[in-house]
C-alpha cells in the first residue's frame, strides 16, 4: 500500500467514525461506503460523495453540483484543495454546516 492510498484510507475512516457519531446524536443523513468511496445520503437525496484519484494522488469531493480536488501537503500534513488552498477539515466543516443547518466541527488532523 503506498503513502496515498494509506493517508486517503486514514482520512476517510476518521471521516466516517466522526460522521457516524453525528447520525448517533440525530443528525439526519446516512453514509455509505462501497469500496474506497465514501458516499453520504441526505434526506432531500442530495449527496455528498468522497473519492480518491490515486493516478494523481488526489481526494476528490463532489457536492452541491462542484467538485473539489484536494492534494496532501507534506510540510503541513493536511489535505489541500488544489485551487483555494482550503484544508480538507475546513471545507467539510463549512459544507455540512451549511447543509445541516448547524455548525459541525469535524476534526481530521
Known amino acids: 500500500m503506498n503513502s496515498f ?3 486517503y484510507d486514514s482520512t476517510v ?3 466516517d467514525d ?3 457519531v453525528l447520525i448517533d ?3 439526519e443523513f ?3 461506503k462501497t469500496g474506497d468511496v465514501l458516499t453520504v445520503i441526505f434526506e432531500d437525496d442530495s449527496k455528498f460523495i468522497i473519492t480518491p484519484n490515486s493516478p494523481v494522488n488526489q481526494l476528490w469531493v ?3 453540483y462542484e467538485g473539489h480536488r484536494f492534494s496532501f501537503d507534506e510540510a503541513k500534513q493536511q489535505w489541500l484543495d488544489e485551487k483555494s488552498g482550503e ?3 475546513i471545507y467539510l466543516n463549512l459544507l ?3 447543509k445541516l443547518d448547524k455548525a459541525i466541527a469535524l476534526s481530521l488532523g
Open 13 to 15: 475512516q476518521k471521516l
Open 30 to 32: 446516512d453514509i455509505e
Open 62 to 64: 463532489s457536492a452541491n
Open 18 to 20: 466522526q460522521l457516524s
Open 5 to 7: 492510498t494509506q493517508r
Open 96 to 98: 455540512f454546516s451549511k
Open 87 to 89: 484544508e480538507f477539515s
Open 25 to 27: 446524536s440525530g443528525s
